[in-house]
């Protein structure tokens, strides 16, 4: 197959992508507010200052100092409000920490999952052994130690345990309905899929059970909340956006066809071709036409 283009993403993405983990310190607000192109990574935070960090529905007006736990799979967003904002952060991709046989143990804690609580209240004491770990993860990704991965992976799993110990906040707003606590997880996990930015690295969650499984629920139970929020089905939002990123490809690439159709999660060309026919009226090919 004929290599596409790839499109850009953010430098620190691919920063992260290719070693697998950082961390940094955060001091007087400098790295508080990072803009990242998509969150395909696990991330850590130790912040002291006040804050509203908005995960999937819900809201945790913060003051003090908290631990958070991001999860790529549950949107979730940061409002500084304080001037000051201190703290420090670690970032990891999947495969970071999957050459740990306990990674299951932190992907499967309370931390990371939908219904779990991310966010925790951090005494003095616990600020400053925490701070501790997170100086030396920052120390030594800087060193030319041949294990330090493995000591890396063993500073992750320490903050995790010892947040197991800890007592978890009970500082968010109400939930919303779980209908629509779902629907916004599902509908932010269907953007975080795009844009697609090679050939090489196809669309991977392409189907209602795909998402569902992600997710850690049962399709039906899936497809019913969508419904009733959205008055759509789970599939015409798939559709609609792998239909809108074919669109996408075919006016802004030079990427052939059977490339988009790969990128896209069909098998075949053929395949996508009667798709994009039965959801548009018309073939990749003719588009492509028209935009030139």
């Known amino acids: 197959m004929k290599k596409g283009q790839a499109r850009s993403?953010?430098?620190?993405?691919?920063?992260?992508?290719?070693?697998?983990?950082?961390?940094?310190?955060?001091?007087?607000?400098s790295h508080a507010t990072r803009f990242y192109s998509r969150k395909d990574f696990y991330k850590i935070c130790l912040t002291t200052g006040?804050?509203?960090?908005?995960?999937?529905?819900?809201?945790?007006?913060?003051?003090?100092?908290?631990?958070?736990?991001?999860?790529?799979?549950?949107?979730?967003?940061?409002?500084?409000?304080?001037?000051?904002?201190?703290?420090?952060?670690?970032?990891?991709?999947?495969?970071?920490?999957?050459?740990?046989?306990r990674a299951d143990i932190l992907q499967q804690s309370p931390f990371f999952k939908i219904g779990g609580?991310?966010?925790?209240?951090?005494?003095?004491?616990q600020r400053i052994f925490l701070n501790t770990i997170f100086q030396k993860m920052i120390e030594e990704q800087q060193s030319s130690y041949i294990f330090k991965d493995d000591l890396i992976r063993n500073y992750i799993n320490l903050i995790a345990?010892?947040?197991?110990?800890?007592?978890?906040?009970?500082?968010?707003?109400?939930?919303?309905?779980?209908?629509?606590?779902?629907?916004?997880?599902?509908?932010?996990l269907l953007e975080r899929q795009f844009p697609i930015e090679?050939?090489?690295k196809p669309l991977q969650l392409k189907t209602a059970q795909d998402y569902a499984q992600n997710l850690a629920l049962h399709v039906n139970y899936l497809n019913r909340a969508v419904k009733t929020v959205t008055g759509?089905?789970?599939?015409?939002?798939?559709?609609?956006?792998i239909i809108s990123e074919a669109k996408a490809l075919l006016q802004h690439t030079d990427w052939n066809i059977a490339d988009i159709a790969y990128a896209l999660g069909f098998e075949y060309p053929s395949y996508f071709n009667n798709y994009f026919k039965r959801m548009t009226g018309t073939n990749p090919t003719s588009l492509r036409s028209l935009e030139v």
């Open 50 to 101: 006040k804050s509203i960090i908005h995960y999937a529905d819900r809201s945790f007006h913060a003051e003090g100092t908290v631990l958070f736990f991001g999860n790529p799979h549950i949107p979730y967003s940061w409002e500084t409000l304080s001037t000051t904002y201190v703290g420090y952060t670690c970032l990891f991709s999947e495969e970071f920490l999957n050459v740990s046989e």
């Open 9 to 29: 993403v953010s430098a620190f993405n691919n920063d992260l992508k290719l070693k697998g983990f950082n961390a940094f310190q955060i001091e007087n607000d």
């Open 198 to 200: 090679s050939p090489d």
């Open 161 to 188: 345990h010892e947040a197991m110990k800890m007592q978890p906040s009970e500082n968010f707003d109400q939930h919303k309905n779980a209908a629509s606590r779902i629907t916004a997880v599902f509908l932010e």
């Open 232 to 241: 759509k089905p789970t599939t015409a939002h798939i559709a609609e956006r």
């Open 117 to 125: 609580t991310p966010i925790l209240t951090i005494t003095d004491a």
